[in-house]
């Protein structure tokens, strides 16, 4: 009988305990089976990570989806005839981008009721409240973003909504009424303004300022007085504020607060509030964090109604690529020069000062507005200055320019208006395309082109007695300053176009280029104005305050006052903002 012995040796098995079955293979099968489990171990990290690559793509996929099905969008331009023009590329074949920038006061929803504005109508129809053309130049160094002041009088074409199904024939009235037929309406409205080619548009609502202003943790601004508005609710200390949702909507939309209470004054107050916001996304972090940036492009894509070039998330990353290697000091804010309109019925209304053309033209041949080191450059002078591009040039200092046509007393309706249309520019049709023109802006039938005898070298509108201010309101349809306007011998009202006219319907809108001939460089214009003559600023400069309207703009119980006192006589309102 064999008996076990104490001594090393395996351990005893359990009682009961059964012995493994033999593997096989032998040493060689032990080795592979002890491997087994580290094997399962990398089978279960590769099936993790799949599942985490997986889970992460649909997560991006559903991003791209949600950002892509926010954004609205429609055709660019509404204009019954013509389109928004083109861009002139430079000698390396880049080309500049314009964006009218549309700030809509529509109260289509509930949402945008309860924010602020009037919603008797059901919201019914809108108005931009801000029209701003941003232009992005074609290497991308710098930027002009030019304001064009809500209460501007002007020619606006004919529309067609295709959304709405609504149109609207050319006709005379305030620009921002053209949004009543859709972005694409204002866009054909600036472009026959300004002659500005308008690539895209991006329009925002009462609600994107809210949206977007939390989006990036609020807008720093400072105004220089006590300033309380009851129309649009601005209630604010002097000082500093970090604005957002309601308090940064109050800032933009206050026309009462700011300046003379008028438009004019929420413009440069409007220009403050972008430039910080440039400022604010510029700074480190921002840009750079993706929670922040997720919710802003929510925010954005939420708020945002582009045109059919921008319906797209790449799209919209590429402007904004594009718009972020532009320096913040090389970023012009400007107000398109105006003066006061003076036609009766149109009180408080402005019209363009043919100055303007400076600007224009700057714009359209991708003048920059700043040189290098962000100082202003001699586009900058030429393109703010208050010169009338138009006028003889002299050695001596130019005299300020006349007020844009028109500015007498109120003359006879456009159609009983004839207008003889006289071809002194050597370019053949040109007579009948200006007098089809006028006949199309709402002028009388009779209206007629005929070429005159020889050439003539300016452009100018005559009158016989007792007529000129039907001759302004002739010139200021066909965009010729009122330094234009002069007494005639007849026939009644006589536009005569000259050799400085030699195409396009509207004066200085299009270079002037004979057959074969190279497209002429913009008229001299004065570059001794400065930068501020139309309100300028750098985004770079956070020193500016808002200037608090010290005019009685405002009422509290049917008393008027300026917007300082009404802030004393209403210690019950709550701050907008600390």
């Not at 074409?157 to 959304?163: A, F, I, K």
């Not at 929420?266 to 480190?284: E, G, I, P």
Request: net charge neutral.
């Amino acid at each position: 009988m064999q008996v076990d012995t104490p001594g090393p040796g395996p351990r005893r098995r359990a009682r009961g305990a059964q012995p493994p079955a033999p593997a096989a293979g032998g040493r060689a099968a032990a080795r592979k089976s002890k491997k087994k489990p580290k094997r399962r171990g990398l089978r279960i990290l590769a099936y993790t990570t799949a599942g985490l690559v997986l889970v992460t793509a649909g997560t991006f996929g559903y991003i791209y989806e949600t950002l892509n099905g926010n954004i609205k969008h429609s055709a660019l331009f509404a204009g019954t005839s013509g389109d928004a023009g083109h861009e002139k590329p430079d000698a390396f074949g880049r080309t500049p981008i314009n964006i009218m920038v549309i700030g809509s006061d529509t109260r289509a929803t509930a949402a945008d009721c309860a924010i602020g504005g009037d919603c008797a109508n059901g919201g019914a129809g809108a108005n931009a409240d801000v029209e701003m053309v941003l232009h992005v130049s074609a290497d991308r160094s710098n930027a002009t973003v030019m304001s064009i002041p809500r209460d501007t009088m002007a020619q606006l074409p004919g529309c067609t909504d295709t959304q709405n199904h609504t149109s609207m024939k050319p006709h005379r009235d305030i620009i921002n009424s053209s949004l009543s037929y859709g972005p694409g309406c204002t866009v054909a409205a600036v472009h026959q303004l300004t002659g500005i080619p308008i690539d895209h548009f991006m329009m925002v609502d009462f609600s994107g300022v809210v949206q977007m202003s939390d989006a990036i943790g609020g807008v720093p601004v400072c105004v220089d007085n006590n300033v309380y508005d009851p129309y649009s609710h601005l209630k604010l200390k002097k000082g500093n504020h970090t604005l957002q949702g309601m308090a940064a909507l109050q800032f933009v939309r206050t026309r009462h607060g700011f300046g003379d209470g008028s438009d004019l004054g929420r413009t440069v107050a409007q220009h403050m509030f972008l430039s910080s916001m440039v400022r604010q996304l510029k700074s480190a972090g921002t840009l750079t964090n993706p929670a922040a940036v997720l919710s802003l492009a929510n925010a954005a894509t939420k708020a945002l109604t582009v045109d059919d070039g921008l319906s797209g998330i790449t799209n919209l990353v590429g402007l904004a690529d594009d718009l972020n290697k532009v320096p913040a000091n090389r970023i012009t804010m400007t107000t398109m020069q105006n003066d006061p309109d003076t036609v009766k019925g149109e009180d408080g209304r402005v019209v363009v000062d043919p100055a303007a053309k400076n600007l224009f033209s700057a714009i359209i041949n991708d003048q920059s507005l700043t040189a290098g080191d962000g100082s202003k450059s001699s586009a900058a002078a030429q393109a703010t200055s208050t010169v009338d591009p138009n006028a003889p040039s002299s050695s001596a200092p130019a005299a300020p320019a006349s007020p844009a046509a028109p500015a007498a007393g109120a003359g006879a309706p456009k159609s009983e208006i004839a207008v003889h249309v006289k071809n002194g520019s050597g370019v053949t049709g040109r007579a009948s395309d200006l007098a089809d023109a006028l006949k199309t802006a709402g002028y009388s039938s009779l209206t007629a082109g005929t070429t005159l005898v020889g050439n003539a070298d300016t452009s100018e509108v005559t009158y016989t007695a007792g007529r000129e201010a039907d001759a302004q309101e002739v010139a200021a349809s066909v965009g010729l300053p009122a330094t234009a306007v002069k007494p005639g011998t007849g026939p009644g009202i006589t536009l005569v176009i000259g050799k400085d006219w030699t195409s396009g319907t509207t004066f200085g809108s299009a270079p002037a280029s004979g057959a074969g001939t190279a497209a002429q460089a913009p008229p001299p214009v004065n570059t001794q104005a400065a930068l501020s003559n139309a309100n300028g600023q750098t985004a770079d400069d956070s020193t500016k305050c808002g200037q608090v309207s010290t005019q009685d703009t405002v009422a509290i119980n049917g008393v008027g006052m300026n917007p300082t006192k009404a802030y004393d006589k209403s210690p019950g309102v709550p701050d907008s903002a600390p």
